[in-house]
């Protein structure tokens, strides 16, 4: 089967860091992204990894191990606008559409 | 800026009723999906479509059908609504092999009753 998880809530303070973990089990791996969605908003993208290591985009950076089929994402300088939910979604195919399948997602709670 | 839109924002259908929920985008993909969001579930996708007039089985396609005649239109088609069909509905789109990259719609509330 395919499975990914992640925890099913966090929470924070303000100007905290926060990382939001997730593993995966997949018949096939061609990345791992990270979406944020604000309570009845849309997903938005954040941010993909292909390859082993770290990419930061502003206060945002998320890591992945392909051998430990494991990444995350790291939030810093929390503020209260960062309470929503995220999703890992993993790159299963590489074929035409290449479909992502996502995990249940983490509502991330930031406290003042 | 990618804008993905949706006919209807919430609907309330009937159990046994044809439900039509449309998307649009505006950035000339060739990839849509169609998902649907329950609480503790995240997305499942239902269907996808990576060109006109194709279409491929997501991991929950039972109920449903599509339909892409043109490029920027997919349609998501429920032939006989039943009670756990309501739910939160959400097309995207990306362009052909950014999967990984895809831009949603502001979803469709549906509850059939």
């Known amino acids: 089967g395919q499975s990914l998880e992640q925890p099913s809530e966090v929470t924070a303070v303000e100007g905290a860091i926060v990382q939001i973990n997730c593993t995966y089990q997949?018949?096939?791996?061609?990345?791992l992204s990270w979406y944020q969605q604000h309570d009845g908003g849309a997903p938005t993208f954040l941010s993909y990894n292909a390859l082993d290591g770290l990419e930061e985009t502003g206060r945002f950076s998320s890591f992945l191990s392909r051998s430990d089929s494991y990444g995350y994402l790291l939030l810093q300088e929390l503020q209260m606008k960062d309470s929503a939910s995220y999703f890992c979604?993993?790159?299963?195919?590489?074929?035409?559409?290449?479909?992502?399948?996502f995990g249940q997602g983490t509502e991330l709670s930031v406290k003042p | 800026d990618v804008k993905v839109t949706q006919s209807s924002r919430y609907l309330v259908k009937r159990t046994g009723e044809k439900v039509f929920l449309e998307c649009v985008q505006d950035?000339?993909?060739?990839?849509m999906f169609w998902y649907r969001q329950d609480p503790g579930l995240g997305l499942r996708l239902i269907y996808f479509?990576?060109?006109?007039?194709?279409?491929e089985k997501g991991d929950i396609p039972e109920g449903y059908s599509v339909s892409r005649e043109k490029k920027e239109r997919f349609s998501l088609i429920l032939e006989s609504a039943s009670t756990n069909q309501t739910s939160m509905y959400l097309c995207a789109s990306s362009a052909i092999g950014q999967s990984y990259e895809q831009y949603f719609g502001p979803g469709t509330r549906l509850t059939v009753t």
């Open positions: 979604a993993v790159r299963a195919s590489n074929n035409q559409g290449g479909k992502l399948i």
């Open positions: 997949t018949s096939g791996f061609y990345g």
């Open positions: 479509s990576y060109d006109v007039k194709m279409k």
């Open positions: 950035m000339d993909h060739e990839n």
